[in-house]
């Protein structure tokens, strides 16, 4: 999460039960994520950081919005990355305008919490049709995560990460809260196109705890 307060971005996945999920080879990958991350300019280089992801866990698609959630007309999206979901399936998704009655959506702008939509999809009775078109792309099985807006910005951010399988478990949770939220100051300078602020990102406590792992030479 971005802390307004001394202006850093800390790690949502700081607690032991999260941190002893994530092998030493995971830390070293998830710092080169996160240093790469920082010297974002462009949609570009953005969009290279997720083959860096795909080596900590599997998924075939992903896509990233931001937005918000209103009590009125449901999500309201904000800038858009299509990083590798289907053309097609994006045109049907957003002229259908499904973005306003997606259960899916609705919950991460309202929780950003980590959400596999195998579980989710039916605790929040999503329409079967918005389904069954995600299953017609081979989007089996999907998992959320998102950033809350940092002032003063209103738009938070879900990043969505599908295929016809996915991993399910801490671990993969674990990825997602340490690395989304530097995902999220990315996506807002691009949206922005503002420029990196080396004073603004400064390393979570388990983050530099990494770092020493790294000075250590421990790489599992």
């Known amino acids: ?22 092998s030493g080879n995971d830390a070293i990958t998830l710092l080169e994520i996160i240093h790469t991350s920082i010297s974002c300019e462009a949609e570009i280089d953005f969009k290279a950081l997720f083959p860096k992801i795909q080596e900590l866990f599997p998924f075939d698609f992903v896509t990233v919005l931001s937005g918000h959630d209103d009590d009125r007309s449901g999500a309201v999206p904000g800038y858009c990355v299509n990083v590798s979901f289907p053309d097609e399936w994006m045109r049907e998704y957003m002229s259908k305008n499904y973005f306003q009655v997606d259960a899916i959506l609705k919950e991460n702008f309202s929780t950003y919490e980590v959400q596999h939509w195998s579980v989710g999809r039916k605790r929040l009775h999503r329409l079967e049709e918005i389904t069954s078109l995600g299953m017609d792309f081979g989007m089996r099985e999907c998992c959320t995560h998102g950033s809350q807006p940092s002032a003063p910005d209103k738009n938070g951010s879900m990043f969505c990460f599908a295929g016809k399988s996915m991993e399910k478990g801490r671990r993969t949770e674990a990825i997602l809260k340490f690395v989304v939220p530097h995902l999220h100051m990315a996506l807002s300078r691009i949206a922005g196109n503002k420029l990196p602020d080396p004073y603004t990102t400064i390393l979570s406590p388990r983050e530099k705890e990494v770092l020493d792992w790294l000075k250590q030479g421990k790489s599992s």
């Open 1 to 22: 999460m971005y802390d307004q307060r001394v202006g850093i971005i800390t790690s949502s996945s700081d607690s032991p039960a999260y941190n002893s999920c994530l």
